[in-house]
């Protein structure tokens, strides 16, 4: 299981902006971790597992990485297709490019998701699992 992640962006203030729109969408919560990151994470009850963002060089880095040179990709779980779409128009609207609009993916089975870049060009998934696509159209929300 997952603890934490992270990854550096090249601007805090355009990213938190990002994350704590997408946040908000998926019922999640950003907090400071100093002047140079942020968390983002369920909530102060449950701080793990976490998401690290930050400017800070982390000590591991191999010579000449930067933000954004190896694409990361992150999933986030919804509880709902309609968490999903919020999660995309949060992520649009806060300047998030689209990747993959909201849907069933194609040989996923019950998987419903859409995939965003974010600032610094890491994919960022949303997705539900539990949707039968074998029986009536689903209705999701636009």
């Not at 994470?41 to 963002?53: D, R, T, V």
């Not at 009536?136 to 636009?142: I, V, Y």
Request: with cysteine; glycine share 12%.
């Amino acid at each position: 299981m997952l603890d934490h992640s992270g990854f550096v962006v090249a601007d805090l203030a355009r990213s938190r902006r990002f994350y704590d729109a997408i946040a908000r969408a998926l019922e999640l919560g950003t907090i400071d971790n100093g002047p140079n990151a942020f968390l983002l994470g369920k909530s102060a009850q449950e701080p793990i597992p976490y998401l690290w963002i930050g400017t800070s060089r982390p000590s591991y880095w191999a010579e000449g990485s930067r933000p954004g040179l190896n694409q990361m990709h992150f999933a986030f779980r919804a509880r709902s297709p309609a968490m999903v779409d919020a999660f995309y128009r949060a992520a649009l609207a806060a300047g998030g490019r689209d990747n993959g609009p909201p849907g069933p993916r194609q040989g996923a089975g019950d998987y419903y998701g859409a995939f965003v870049l974010d600032p610094d060009g890491n994919n960022i998934e949303a997705c539900f699992r539990g949707v039968d696509f074998t029986r009536a159209e689903p209705e999701f929300s636009s």
